[in-house]
């Protein structure tokens, strides 16, 4: 049985050739340490340290096996649009290491967001959406899923059978009748996905996870682990449950926001169809992520994230 990715990460050797990488990398990049390394949090998809400088502090991230692409399409975009996205210190593909200089306060640890924060962030985002559209090759090199709009049907069956299939007492574990009521969508989340292949909006860097905490207060983005490459509307659907969840903001102007980046290649009306149509693709391609990232986890782990699979792959019976 392969070893829990939390559990690696707290060992003793993994923390020592992870403190060294850091200790080399900081120095090649000019910097020294000025305190012990932190292990700041550990969780079944990924750790962070943070490391006190002479320049302030600088962030290490380690992603579990499923997430590993983050740090070779971090490095990728910042290449592309580092007005977008900040260029990493350094990088380990291999490791799927990342290492970041303090970027200040998120969005979220400073105030509750406005509407114009949000119309900024989601706006950035379709500008990044849009310049990497043509970069599909490069961006799939990374190890970027590929949740292309052709790629659903297929995905959600697989997702529906591997919930079906674990122990009754799993915290994923589908019901019969909860297969039976999936299964009974097949054709829309078919139908979803056959309307989005054929929008004019492209497949393209989807982030996955857009919230006030993945945006710096200059605006730059941050953790592209959920990433995915998907059609390009599906980056919508983690801000919209935010915004509705969250606060009394008019998600509409939001939504204004991200189209008014793309208004030479969708009008509203169209644009307002293929978000509701997204709404049952994203939730096959989240429940996918989902699963991945908590293959390597703990049995206690599994207890207290573990529905999160079943319950996004749920969320088609809502659509």
């Given amino acids: ?34 305190g012990p390394i932190d292990q700041r949090r550990v969780r079944p998809w990924s750790t962070q340290l943070v490391a006190p400088t002479d320049r302030g502090p600088i962030w290490f991230k380690a992603n579990c096996p499923s ?20 260029p990493p210190l350094a990088v380990d593909e291999d490791r799927g290491w990342i290492l970041t200089a303090d970027r200040g306060a998120t969005l979220g640890d400073d105030h509750p967001p406005t509407v114009e924060d949000w119309s900024g962030v989601v706006g950035r985002v379709a500008g990044l959406q849009r310049l990497v559209a043509d970069d ?31 122990a009754d007492d799993h915290p994923a574990h589908l019901t019969a009748s909860q297969r039976r009521a999936l299964l009974e969508r097949a054709s829309q989340v078919e139908d979803a996905a056959d ?69 030479d290649v969708v009008g509203p009306r169209e644009l307002r169809t293929l978000f509701e149509a997204s709404q049952y693709t994203h939730a096959v391609n989240r429940s996918a992520t989902w699963w991945g990232c908590l293959l390597h986890a703990t049995s206690a782990e599994w207890q207290e994230w ?13 659509a």
Avoid: K
């Fill in 1 to 34: 049985m392969q070893e829990a990715f939390s559990d690696s990460v707290t060992a003793t050797s993994w923390l020592r050739d992870a403190h060294d990488w850091i200790h080399r990398r900081a120095e090649d990049a000019g910097l020294r340490l000025a």
């Fill in 195 to 263: 309307t989005l292949a054929a929008s004019t909006l492209p497949v393209t860097l989807q982030h996955g996870d857009v919230h006030p905490w993945n945006a710096f207060l200059d605006g730059r983005l941050l953790d592209f682990g959920d990433a995915q490459w998907a059609h390009a509307v599906e980056v919508l659907d983690v801000p919209y449950g935010w915004v509705v969840s969250n606060s009394d903001l008019p998600w509409e102007r939001i939504l204004q926001a991200w189209g008014a980046v793309w208004s």
């Fill in 67 to 86: 997430m590993r692409f983050e740090a070779a399409l971090h490095r990728r975009l910042a290449a592309l649009s580092p007005a977008d996205v900040p």
């Fill in 306 to 318: 573990g529905e999160a699979p079943r319950h996004h792959l749920m969320r088609i019976i809502e």
């Fill in 136 to 166: 599909g090759e490069a961006m799939l090199a990374t190890g970027l899923p590929d949740c292309s709009p052709a790629s659903v049907a297929d995905r959600f069956e697989q997702m529906v059978e591997r919930l079906s299939d674990l």
